[in-house]
Structures are given as structure tokens and as C-alpha cells.
């Protein structure tokens, strides 16, 4: 039997808030006369499956409340099928749902259903993984290595700050091969991220100009050598002018090589831990569609979410 709305829930992510705008939009469908299914998922690869399943059964639309990694499994298991994702952001970060402008408020999520935009979701894939906000090589991705040792369960910020520390006293940057497009743009120490959006944790503007539907990914390479380089790149990237450096390189490609002459580089996919070195990585453009919220006057489609994590906290 088909519904109209299947919901997909992380019982593992979320918080009261969000608990209660699930329970109010279950509500509200159910009161306008619309099927709603909820099944609650054991695993990224469970989530997975009842997505697939939704889709055989004709649903309407799949609501995701959960967090990147939710998201990510949903539109990786639906991937060239027509069943828009709606997201109901309940993860640490939730950086796909500040990208889609979405603040997790019943309101909104209303709004977005009735009379959002419908838009292509691109994803990214790096050897046989699949990812959907950014890939990190050398010094965040030995933080989430860091961090990964010793996780038990749900994550803050503030459990990021000590593996930060040790991290930038402990850690040497790797010497790293770049080839963009058949192209070799880097061959020295540094950091390299690759988006798909331009949301990263704590809004930092690592990837600031990438697009999650324009079919491209965009590059980031941090030639560093020192400490105080390194530095230097966190500063300016805080102040908005990493941009300006001459050891900064930033430009859009489909296609992208990483390796590396050393043993055992750090790599990071979506906030946890990536296969090793090298990475063939490269674009699926409209991998799957996301419900966004309509645009503000005199705007194409409706800004990304700022200060995301203040905006529930006040909710």
C-alpha cells in the first residue's frame, strides 16, 4: 500500500524541539487528509532501505528528520527516482538543511511543502563513498580521526575543541597531489577540501562559492607548510579573505585526483572518517530532489540559514 507521506526518523539525532515539530507536521498531514507512514531507522543503511521501499510504494515524498548523514543515506538509496526529500534538521550540524534554508521550525517546514521550490540535488562521489556536503584531506580530517577514537554516541562542538588543540600542535601538513579536470593544480604540503555546499561547520567559508545543483564541485587548496601558516589560513578564513592569499586556490571542476607519497593521510567525508589515499572523485549531477522554501522578494531561491544553531536554540 503506497502513502503519501513517508516519514524516515534518526531516533539517535535530534532534540525536544524537533521531536515536537515531527510530531505537529505528522499532525498537520494527517489532518488535511494525507497518508503518513513513520518508520524509524537502526542504521545509515536501514534508512537506506525504507527509503527504496518508499519509493516502490508511490510515495508522495519522503520526510528526512535526522541529520546529514540521514539525509545523505536517503538521497544516495533514492538516487534518479522523482520522490522529492523533505528535511527536518535534527543532526549536530545540519549543514544541508542551512543550505536549503531551512531552520527546522514547524512553520517553515509547512511552507516549504505547500509552496517550496523543487530543486536537483547533486552528489559526490569518492571511489566507491558517496557525499553530499564536503571532503577534507590533512588537518580537519585528523581531527574527525581524532575524534572518532574515542566517540560514544551523539557529538557537540565543544568535544571538537581539545582534538582542535592537539591536533595543531601534534600534526605535520602532508604533501599532496592535486589533478583538477586532467590537470595538475597542487603538488605540496597543505589541506584540500572538496564541496558540493557551501555550508561547513560553524559557518566557516571554506567552500563559499559552491552550489549543490550547478553540477560542479568546487576545489579548496591550503598550501601550508607551518603551523603559523596554518594559522594564518583559519584567521582569514574566519575574516571572510582567505580568498585574496596567493596560497589559496579555489576553482570549480567534475573531476577530481588525490594522492599522496606519504602512508596514511587523514581523509574525512561528510564529518566521518574517508578511505585512504588516493581518491578519484568526481560529480552526479541531480542525484535526487530536495523541497526547498520559497524565495523572499526579489530573490531567486531563499537564502542559506545563518547562525543556525542560534536560531533553534531561541526557538
Not at 83 to 92: A, D, E, N, Q, S
Not at 220 to 246: D, F, G, N, W
Not at 285 to 294: E, I, M, N, R, Y
Amino acid at each position: 500500500m503506497g502513502y503519501n507521506y513517508n516519514f524516515i526518523i534518526n531516533p539517535k539525532s535530534g532534540s525536544s524541539v524537533n521531536l515536537d515539530v515531527i510530531r505537529d507536521f505528522r499532525d498537520y498531514l494527517c489532518r488535511s487528509g494525507r497518508e503518513v507512514r513513520i518508520d524509524l531507522t537502526r542504521s545509515l543503511t536501514h534508512a537506506g532501505e525504507l527509503a527504496q521501499e518508499s519509493v516502490r510504494t508511490g510515495c508522495a515524498a519522503i520526510v528526512v528528520a535526522g541529520g546529514d548523514g540521514t539525509v545523505r543515506a536517503v538521497a544516495e538509496a533514492i538516487a534518479g527516482s522523482d520522490v522529492p526529500i523533505l528535511v527536518i534538521p535534527c543532526g549536530t550540524e545540519n549543514l544541508l538543511a542551512q543550505e536549503l534554508g531551512l531552520d527546522g521550525s514547524l512553520k517553515s517546514t509547512i511552507i516549504t511543502l505547500e509552496h517550496g521550490l523543487l530543486r536537483n540535488l547533486d552528489l559526490g562521489k569518492a571511489n566507491d563513498r558517496h557525499f553530499m556536503a564536503i571532503i577534507g584531506v590533512g588537518f580537519d580530517a585528523e581531527v574527525v580521526r581524532r575524534i572518532n577514537l574515542f566517540r560514544c554516541g551523539h557529538i557537540t562542538h565543544a568535544d571538537y575543541i581539545w582534538p582542535i588543540c592537539r591536533t595543531y600542535w601534534e600534526y605535520h601538513q602532508p604533501q599532496l597531489r592535486v589533478e583538477a579536470d586532467g590537470q595538475l593544480i597542487c603538488d605540496e604540503p597543505g589541506l584540500v577540501f572538496v564541496g558540493n555546499i557551501s555550508r561547513y561547520a560553524v559557518g566557516l567559508g571554506i567552500v563559499p562559492y559552491a552550489d549543490f545543483s550547478d553540477g560542479r564541485l568546487d576545489l579548496t587548496i591550503y598550501k601550508c607548510r607551518r603551523k603559523r601558516e596554518l594559522l594564518i589560513h583559519a584567521v582569514m578564513t574566519i575574516l571572510q579573505r582567505s580568498s585574496r592569499s596567493p596560497n589559496v586556490t579555489r576553482l570549480k571542476c567534475s573531476r577530481i585526483t588525490l594522492s599522496s607519497p606519504e602512508r596514511d593521510v587523514p581523509v574525512q567525508i561528510d564529518g566521518d572518517p574517508g578511505p585512504k589515499l588516493p581518491l578519484h572523485i568526481e560529480i552526479i549531477p541531480a542525484a535526487a530532489k530536495v523541497l526547498t522554501p520559497p524565495p523572499p522578494a526579489g530573490h531567486k531561491y531563499h537564502p542559506p540559514v545563518r547562525y543556525y544553531h542560534l536560531r533553534r536554540w531561541l526557538i
